[in-house]
């Protein structure tokens, strides 16, 4: 549990920091009903815990914040053929959606993949921690999304199932999408397990470039010959102190090319999405530069 997103949080309070998000939401939700089972896994959610997990459970709930979760889980609902209740969340608004159900006739829902194929390019979509979001929505969306499962369980009622329901929080408005399936759609889901298995969704989403570039925060700290850029705005915060850095905002990049020629670099932004750019749009200056973007940018070093 972290201070800096605690005001989102329904299950969480300031006493809970520092501790691990699901043991603590097993004993709060315990304690509302102890004749709940409740299991939990302290693990990075890949592809081998969606191998050894999903085929023992018959609905999924995504409560993650990151296209590359997103997706990896999808694919792992239509290979292991689970129903997948999805919520997301960014600024003000939120959206709901039931995907890869049996319908009545026996056929499957739309999936994530039928509604977007694709991830978006690096940038387009700005993270919760670049562009924010408003205190009390996940908390709604969640809380639709709990409907939504109570509504798979029972039978009852009608589930979102070829639909996306979208709200926005400032004008209190709902509407819904009615979704139909892609039929150029399935060639980016995984045929088989063993694609499934190998393939990379960091890379897929643009969280990291394909092969060598990445750089963590540790391994930055022991590489004193590589100058730190800093490809933030100007404006934004918290401003890097922990080491001595250049300022060159990304979309001044291409403007100071030469004054970075013949350095080892480190490309740094607020997530990573930004500085991952910054290393193409130099190795297409320089394909033989040493240049690193770090993994998770400032914010990797501010949670440590």
């Not at 972290?2 to 043991?23: C, F, M, W």
């Not at 409907?147 to 709200?167: N, Q």
């Amino acid at each position: 549990v972290s201070l800096t997103n605690l005001h989102r949080q329904v299950l969480y309070d300031q006493e809970d920091i520092g501790r691990p998000k699901a043991e603590v939401a097993k004993q709060k939700l315990s304690r509302l009903n102890p004749e709940v089972s409740i299991r939990t896994w302290q693990v990075h959610f890949g592809q081998q815990q969606s191998a050894d997990l999903l085929p023992l459970f018959d609905i999924v709930v995504d409560g993650t914040d990151n296209f590359a979760s997103r997706y990896l889980i999808n694919d792992a609902c239509v290979l292991w053929n689970k129903a997948l209740v999805f919520g997301a969340v960014s600024q003000f608004e939120g959206q709901v959606a039931v995907f890869n159900a049996l319908r009545k006739d026996g056929t499957k829902s739309v999936n994530y993949r039928d509604l977007f194929p694709l991830p978006p390019a690096a940038g387009e979509v700005l993270s919760c921690s670049e562009a924010g979001v408003l205190g009390v929505l996940p908390g709604v969306i969640g809380t639709m999304q709990a409907a939504e499962v109570i509504k798979l369980v029972t039978g009852i009622g009608d589930p979102l199932t070829d639909r996306l329901l979208t709200y926005n929080a400032l004008s209190q408005e709902f509407f819904s999408v009615q979704l139909a399936s892609d039929p150029t759609a399935a060639q980016y889901l995984p045929g088989s397990l063993d694609s499934f298995m190998t393939m990379d969704y960091e890379v897929l989403c643009g969280n990291k470039l394909p092969g060598s570039g990445e750089i963590s925060y540790r391994e930055l700290k022991q590489r004193e010959d590589l100058v730190k850029v800093d490809v933030r705005d100007l404006h934004e915060q918290p401003r890097i102190t922990e080491f001595s850095c250049l300022s060159i905002p990304l979309k001044e990049l291409e403007w100071n090319l030469d004054e970075l020629e013949g350095k080892k670099l480190v490309f740094i932004c607020q997530s990573g999405k930004r500085s991952m750019q910054a290393v193409q749009i130099f190795r297409s200056y320089n394909p033989d530069a040493e240049v690193y973007y770090l993994a998770g940018g400032v914010n990797s070093f501010v949670k440590q």
